[in-house]
């Protein structure tokens, strides 16, 4: 999988990318490629969909495969808060599914680095799927 990328904002999701150690459950960075106006990041091939795409396509999950599922998601997140990133963006465009339905959380644009003690307050991630008390903070 190839993602193009500004500058800008690539230069923190490789950063982030390149310090996480690989995990069965997370995108993984092979090689950035730097061009004059684009950058060009490697990353491991998935194959299938993202998770939106396969319930439009195939429908409800079995409650094992709901199970596998979960705890697979939950097991990349738990690797990447123990490396101090935080995600950001989880939803399921951002959830991809191998052939087996294992998913690998990927799109780590609006990742950030954390430790204990320090508190987000940015806002960041889609409109869609922010909780209403964001939204109604952001029209105030």
Not at 42 to 64: H, K, P, W
Not at 90 to 116: Q, Y
Not at 122 to 128: M, T
Request: charged fraction near 20%.
């Amino acid at each position: 999988m190839v993602k193009r990328l500004i500058p800008q904002i690539s230069l923190q999701e490789t950063e982030i990318l390149a310090s996480v150690p690989p995990h069965s459950n997370v995108v993984m960075l092979i090689e950035k490629i730097e061009e004059e106006e684009m950058v060009h990041l490697i990353l491991n091939y998935i194959g299938q969909d993202n998770l939106m795409t396969f319930v439009n396509r195939e429908g409800a999950f079995s409650e094992s495969d709901a199970r596998n599922l979960f705890h697979g998601m939950v097991s990349g997140l738990q690797h990447l808060h123990q490396h101090g990133v935080v995600h950001r963006d989880i939803k399921c465009e951002n959830i991809m599914l191998t052939v087996d339905k294992r998913p690998i959380l990927c799109d780590l644009g609006f990742a950030t680095t954390w430790s204990k003690g320090k508190h987000l307050t940015e806002y960041c991630g889609s409109f869609h799927y922010a909780a209403p008390e964001i939204i109604m903070s952001q029209l105030l």
